[in-house]
């Protein structure tokens, strides 16, 4: 880097002070915090996505967005060139730019961080970093920060996609990378178009009309609601009514979105008793998370939830049934040995694991965070990952795919096993493989629930969820807590688990974990039984046992 260089940056970084005692950290959200102390985050994470983009010699990603946050929040995150999210080897060096005190602080980690990821900076190398913003007020001028960030590093391109889903984005990153189109269009068409080949493989005596073929979605008052109004304009065989699409004055993510129906388990605002029965979905602020749920009586505002663990499982079922009619009759020595793997964290209600394994699947456990599931996930021919919270996707191999493209071809037209392969084929095109995606993942819900014929109601009683409680204990140091196997056992403080199995074999189907929140000095417990009372019982004395050894 030339003194020309060092200029432009300690010139541009100087308009972006850090605010006095604040402290950021990037997790798997990103930065996140009130919109009004971000603007040196957001210029900074502007370096950060040039830098990763001149290292990895491809296309990055920057979006900013707070997801279910309120409205007063914002934040920011990157893309790496596959589309997932930054490599957890660079999340220190985001904390250190972040919280570079001065100009001059920046400046020399920026120099020493170069030189050690051996990053040509010179200006000869181009970057190029897409930007995407969801609908906050906040977002525009942190655009504008990101863009001067992104501009600090000579030879850098920022290029703004405009308004969109965090999904979207992230998709737009990958598909460059690919070399195929990028654009929002590029996005939908794909996904209408698999939708729809998909819709024309559901077997004539499962085709639904009228009201059983309408679903209502609340779209958290956020970016997702409009978009998907936009999506569905390309849409055959489905009706879809979007609610809470942010033009009604409503506010984003307040008593409305997919975090606030999972964790309340009542209506969002516009739902209640003229929905009795129909098929409802809600997404999130920035649509990467997606539940269902049915309003089952008009003198309640309670809901019966289909959370991501139902919908992991509508999807292995699917995919397991039709990678058995395209095996059927095939000689193991002459296939390609797909391997399926579902992937869930300890938080995953224990009925849907059982369920899962009882239909024969290979079921891992990760620790808590995205990261970990996508990572798990991606080891699998077909990797299916979901959080109860929404969030997952479906994963592909490269090679599975190239088998599957290759099958496909061979197979006599119109063949069962041929109809599977296309099905599969269209699966792997409509999910997004890069994050989590509301929108692919409705799609793909619908398609499915068509193509098996079932009501919202079947697939709700696939399995009755355990009651389960959630508790946090706050203590003086969370990281006297240590756990292993995926957070379910705790191997640290000596003693505490042989303590916590003592109480957990007192309650039929009882299962308690804790772990140390990432964030703030609490404990979180984990406890599920067959009653409520068990599982509340369970929770509170597991919550006594950390504090009597955490004191």
């Not at 499982?313 to 399926?340: C, D, M, P, T």
């Not at 891992?364 to 699998?380: D, M, N, Q, R, S």
């Not at 996707?393 to 599977?420: M, V, Y």
Request: with cysteine; aromatic share 6%; charged share 25%.
């Amino acid at each position: 880097m030339d003194e020309d260089q060092k200029s432009i940056l300690r010139r541009a970084s100087s308009r972006f002070p850090i605010p006095p005692g604040a402290k950021f950290s990037y997790g798997t959200a990103g930065f996140r915090a009130d919109a009004l102390v971000l603007e040196s985050t957001v210029y900074r994470a502007g370096i950060l996505a040039a830098l990763r983009s001149l290292k990895t010699r491809s296309v990055t990603g920057l979006m900013i967005t707070a997801s279910h946050n309120k409205i007063s929040d914002n934040g920011v995150k990157i893309a790496d060139p596959s589309g997932g999210m930054l490599t957890q080897a660079w999340e220190p060096f985001a904390d250190a730019l972040a919280n570079a005190a001065d100009s001059d602080s920046l400046l020399q980690l920026i120099i020493e961080f170069a030189k050690k990821e051996s990053i040509v900076t010179d200006g000869n190398c181009r970057a190029e970093v897409l930007l995407g913003r969801d609908t906050r007020p906040s977002g525009e001028s942190l655009l504008e920060a990101a863009k001067q960030g992104i501009n600090s590093i000579v030879g850098s391109a920022a290029i703004d996609m405009g308004i969109l889903t965090t999904p979207q984005l992230h998709w737009m990153v990958r598909a460059r990378n690919k070399g195929m189109k990028a654009s929002e269009r590029d996005y939908s068409e794909q996904l209408s178009s698999s939708f729809r080949c998909l819709m024309t493989l559901v077997p004539g005596e499962c085709k639904v009309k009228g009201t059983d073929n309408k679903l209502v979605v609340d779209g958290a008052n956020g970016v997702g609601g409009g978009k998907l109004e936009c999506l569905m304009n390309m849409l055959d065989g489905l009706v879809i009514e979007v609610r809470n699409d942010g033009k009604g004055g409503g506010i984003l993510n307040e008593g409305v979105g997919a975090d606030y129906v999972q964790k309340e388990k009542v209506v969002p605002q516009e739902f209640g008793s003229n929905d009795v029965g129909m098929r409802c979905a809600s997404l999130d602020g920035d649509a990467d998370r997606l539940v269902y749920f049915i309003v089952p009586s008009a003198s309640s505002d309670n809901i019966v939830l289909v959370d991501g663990d139902k919908i992991l499982s509508l999807f292995a079922l699917f995919i397991k049934e039709q990678l058995g009619i395209l095996y059927k009759g095939v000689h193991e020595n002459n296939a390609y040995q797909a391997r399926l793997g579902v992937v869930q964290t300890a938080y995953a209600n224990g009925a849907s694991t059982d369920y899962l394994k009882g239909l024969g699947l290979e079921v891992v456990l990760t620790p808590t965070g995205v990261k970990f599931l996508h990572e798990k996930a991606a080891e699998y021919d077909i990797g299916i990952y979901f959080e109860a919270n929404g969030h997952g996707t479906i994963l592909f191999s490269d090679s599975f795919l190239c088998w599957l493209e290759k099958r496909h071809n061979e197979l006599p037209e119109g063949s069962e096993q041929q109809k599977a392969a296309v099905r599969l084929l269209a699966v792997s095109k409509l999910v997004n493989q890069a994050v989590g995606d509301a929108f692919s993942g409705l799609l793909l819900v619908e398609a499915i629930l068509q193509n098996l014929n079932w009501s919202i109601n079947h697939w709700s009683e696939l399995y009755w969820d355990l009651p389960s409680r959630q508790l946090k204990v706050k203590v003086m140091d969370r990281t006297a807590v240590v756990t292993a196997n995926a957070e379910t056992v705790a191997v640290k403080p000596p003693g505490i688990q042989e303590a916590i199995n003592a109480e957990t074999v007192k309650y039929p189907r009882g299962r308690s974990f804790i772990r140390p929140s990432g964030t703030e000095d609490v404990i979180r417990v984990y406890a599920e039984a067959s009653t409520q009372e068990g599982a509340d019982t369970l929770a509170q004395s597991v919550a006594k046992l950390v504090e009597q050894f955490l004191g």
